[in-house]
């Protein structure tokens, strides 16, 4: 398993930036004790056969990592969201993209922690790749969050997302989205 939720939706929105994609759109929301996300992305896709076969965590590609045996992100998608009373979804059509998404009850016992958001955000931006990225975060509560947040705008703003500097400002700039007004 993940440590981290936030280090699940990080492994899968790698997936979707690996893909061949040129447009990932990630949601992630907060709100009633659950968190919950969704990944769709136009990489390569996949065909049913290859969709059932992607549960199996022992499945892969081997194009990705040629010498890797097992392929483990949706299989622990899967794992977590069973285990904790929650839920996920996965689709795909080959040659047109991927949706990915699942919802954990916080609050129960065995759900892992939600983890860093904003450093979640920075890394899915950050990935190398030409690829357009929308993030939609909305949380609900005492510390209310409602953003959204284009990768060319930042990078056209910061010069580039791959400098210390540049990639140093992103991290403030995103916890600073995170912050009650």
Not at 60 to 71: L, Q, Y
Not at 141 to 151: C, L, Q, T
Not at 152 to 178: F, I, K, M, R
Request: charged letters at 20%; glycine letters at 12%; a negative charge.
């Amino acid at each position: 398993m993940h440590y981290t939720l936030a280090d699940m939706i990080g492994d899968l929105a790698q997936n979707a930036a690996e893909s061949g994609a040129s447009v990932i759109d990630v949601t992630v929301d907060e709100s009633g004790g659950t968190l919950s996300f969704e990944i769709r992305d136009n990489g390569k896709g996949m065909d049913s056969q290859t969709l059932e076969r992607a549960k199996d965590p022992f499945y892969t590609d081997g194009v990705k990592h040629p010498s890797r045996k097992v392929g483990l992100g949706i299989p622990f998608l899967i794992q977590t969201a069973t285990e904790t009373g929650g839920s996920w979804t996965l689709s795909s059509i080959k040659g047109q993209g991927t949706v990915v998404g699942g919802v954990f009850n916080t609050s129960n016992i065995d759900t892992p922690p939600v983890g860093d958001i904003p450093g979640l955000f920075r890394q899915m931006l950050s990935q190398t790749g030409s690829f357009e990225m929308t993030i939609t975060r909305k949380r609900t509560g005492p510390n209310p969050a409602d953003y959204r947040i284009v990768r060319s705008e930042l990078a056209d703003a910061l010069g580039d997302l791959e400098t210390v500097d540049s990639l140093s400002l992103l991290g403030h700039y995103l916890a600073g989205l995170e912050e009650p007004e």
